[in-house]
């Protein structure tokens, strides 16, 4: 049987690690859970303490709820040992667009 063929062996790591491979995917799965549903209670708090969110807190938390998204996505993709070329993305300026994301998000939130 080939290693691709095991549900959840892509996060669980090369073979042989047993239960600490499933601690470790079961810590994982826990961290995307909580990533999805924190922010949004942590913008509840603060909408009921302020009265009004201001547009910077709203701004972080959009982008904070787009990334748990995708969180979830690649989660997802590398449960099921699949590449993320599969669904369109590639890799050829990662940084250089995670950058001018940053730069631009920051610039809108400050001005």
Do not use: H
């Amino acid at each position: 049987m080939e290693r691709e063929s095991i549900p959840g062996y892509g996060i669980a790591g090369a073979g042989g690690e047993g239960m600490a491979g499933k601690r470790r995917e079961r810590a994982l799965e826990t961290a995307i859970f909580l990533f999805l549903i924190v922010p949004s209670m942590i913008l509840s708090f603060f909408a009921v303490r302020q009265g009004n969110l201001s547009f910077t807190l709203t701004a972080i938390s959009v982008v904070a709820r787009d990334l748990a998204l995708v969180s979830l996505i690649i989660f997802f993709l590398l449960r099921n040992g699949e590449p993320v070329a599969s669904i369109g993305w590639v890799s050829k300026k990662t940084t250089q667009d995670a950058l001018l994301g940053s730069c631009c998000m920051s610039l809108c939130s400050f001005w």
